[in-house]
């Protein structure tokens, strides 16, 4: 295999579903399909992580990567700073949001020693609670925006968005694991 050919395979590893890209100007009809997405992720996320054993919850989805394990638990973390960084932008003018390092927050003892189902409960109440907050908004709303400190300035609107890419992009990463895997 080549070294372009090694590389392309990797980036599909990492990006099963390809890299974010927000879409303009949304319509109501089509922020309500997210909410929908949105009720939806935590039980597809369950359904694909509730069935493995605890080897296969401790495999890496890709060679250097996280397991699937320390994938629940970042969906977890993750969901619940995009949960409060909307809440920021739908409250404060142009907050400020920090980064923080997913790469040793994913290497603390939770990610290790704690079992999946935690993050699995966590996500699906949380999401839940981003749902319900979400069908109370106007369409001017979704126009607030924010701004972070690893992703520069984005409106709730491209938040919402990105929320559900990530979570089905990390889904898909442990599906394409299953897959791969035969398991």
Do not use: C
Request: net charge negative; aromatic share 8%.
């Amino acid at each position: 295999m080549s070294n372009s050919q090694a590389e392309q395979e990797l980036e599909l590893l990492k990006y099963p579903i390809g890299k974010f890209a927000a879409v303009e100007n949304r319509t109501a009809e089509a922020r309500e399909e997210l909410i929908v997405i949105l009720k939806q992720l935590a039980d597809e996320l369950r359904a694909a992580v509730e069935p493995l054993t605890a080897e296969q919850q401790n495999t890496p989805y890709r060679p250097g990567g996280w397991t699937v394990i320390q994938v629940v638990h970042h969906l977890a973390d993750t969901g619940m700073y995009a949960y409060l960084r909307f809440k920021r932008g739908l409250t404060e003018d142009a907050p400020q949001i920090p980064s923080y390092r997913q790469d040793l927050w994913a290497e603390q003892s939770d990610y290790a020693d704690e079992p999946a189902e935690s993050s699995l409960q966590l996500v699906g109440l949380l999401n839940r609670r981003y749902a319900t907050l979400l069908t109370s908004l106007k369409p001017a709303d979704y126009d607030r925006i924010f701004v972070s400190a690893g992703l520069g300035t984005m409106t709730l609107d491209a938040a919402l968005q990105r929320y559900i890419w990530h979570s089905r992009h990390h889904i898909a990463q442990i599906t394409a694991l299953i897959q791969r895997s035969g398991w």
